[in-house]
C-alpha cells in the first residue's frame, strides 16, 4: 500500500521510521515533512490545516492510507476531508477529535463513561477558578480548555502562577492533583474496538529531576518493568472501551490513537488527559520495539476492521529517547543554530536520531561557503533513541549518541529513564 504522513515533527518521522519496515508499505510519503523524513519517504508541499488540499495530495499520489500526525489538524476536520474522498484515514473526525481538541468536553465523556480521572471544574470566570482552585486545593492543576501544544498545563503550589494561567486562557479545566507516575498508553481504535500499545513514561519538565516548567516532553522509555503487569489490559477495561463505547453513543466513533495519559495513583490507575494521536516523544521508544508491521495495524483500524489482525507485538528489548531542544525553551526557541554531529550519532548501532525542528539551510557559516546546513528551527530539535537489552542498556547508548551532537544553547535532561525508574516527575511540587 502507498501510506501519507501528515506532520512535521519527532511524532511523524518516528511513525515514517516504522512504517518503512512495514513490507506492506510499497511507497511511503510525507508532508510536508523535515530533513529526517526526506530520508525514507517521498516528501511533499502541503498546508496540513487545509483538508481539501490534504486529500488532494493524497489522491494525486494515490495514497491507500493517510496517517495524520498532530492534533490541530485533526481538531480542524482534517481526517474527514480525506475521508470524504473515499481514503482511508488513520486519525479521528473533528467531532471525534474534540477529545482533546476540548479539556471540558474530555472531561463530561469521561464522567458520561465511568473513567476514573481527577474531580474538576471547568471555569471562564476569575472568581470561578479561585473558587475552583480552594475547593480542590494545593498543588494547583489548571489547564487550558483548547489546544495548546502540549504546554497548556499549569501545575504549581503558587497560587498566583494558577491565577495568572486561568487568567490567560479564559476557559480553563480546574482539577485536583493526581498523586503518581505518570504513564502514558496509546490505544490504537477503529470506532468500535482498539488494541493497546506497550506503555511508556515520558519526561515533561525541562530541568533534571523534574524541575521547571512543562515542556511538550523532554524524552521518554519503555518498558516499564515497575508497573503493574496487567495495566494495559485494566485500562483497556476501564477507560478505553467504556470511552469508545460512549463516543459510539455521541455519534462521533473514534478512529485513530487514543493517548491515555494516567497517574498510577495509590487508589489505582486515574486518567490525566486524552490526546487524539500518538504522544511525541513517548510514542518513539514503543515504535521502536514494535515487532509487528505498523502499516498493516493503521489501515485494518481506518478502515474498521481492526479484529481482522492480530494485536501488536514487541520485542523483548528496551528503548530510551532522549530529547534536545534549543536555547530558550519552552518560553521561545533559538533557530538557525548549525547542528553538528547527527551523522555520527546515526551510525552508532541501534539508535535514531530523529529529526523534530530542524531545517536545510542555504546561508553557508563564514569561512564556508556554499554548503547546505543542518540547523534548529523549533523548540525541540532533535531527539536520540536508542534501543538495547534494558532499560539501562538503552540509555547508556542513548546518552554516548547525544554526546556526538552539537548546537549552539542546546539543552536536555541527564536524568531520563535513569533509576529509580517510575519517579514522580514535578520534584517540586512535593515541597510544601
Known sequence: MSVLVIGTGGREHALALALAKDPAVSALHAAPGNP????????????????????D?????????????????LVAGVADAVRERGIAVFGPSGAAAQIEGSKAFSKEVMAAAGVPTARSQTCTTPEEAEAALDELGAPYVVKDDALAAGKGVVVTRDRAEALAHAAACGRVVVEEFLDGPEVSLFAVCDGRTAYPLQPAQDFKRIFDGGRGPNTGGMGSYTPLTWAQPDLAQVVMETVVQPTLDEMVRRGAPFVGCLYVGLALTAAGPRVIEF????????????????????????????EGRLGDVPPPTFRDAAAVTVVLASAGYPESSSKGDVIRGVGAANGVNDVDVIHAGTAIV???EPGDPGHRHLVTAGGRVLAVRAVGYDVADARSRAYAAADLISFDG???RSDIAAEPLGVV???????S
Open 36 to 55: 529526517g523524513m526526506a530520508a525514507v519517504a517521498t516528501v511533499h508541499e502541503v498546508d496540513p490545516m487545509s483538508g481539501p488540499a490534504v486529500a
Open 57 to 73: 495530495l493524497a489522491e494525486r499520489i494515490g495514497a491507500d492510507l493517510v496517517v495524520v500526525g498532530p492534533e490541530a489538524p
Open 275 to 302: 490526546n487524539c494521536r500518538f504522544g511525541d516523544p513517548d510514542i518513539q521508544p514503543v515504535l521502536a520495539v514494535l515487532e509487528s508491521p505498523l502499516g498493516t495495524l493503521l489501515h485494518a483500524a481506518a
Open 362 to 364: 542555504d546561508a553557508p
Open 410 to 412: 542546546l539543552q536536555r
Open 425 to 431: 516527575e514535578g520534584a517540586s511540587l512535593k515541597e
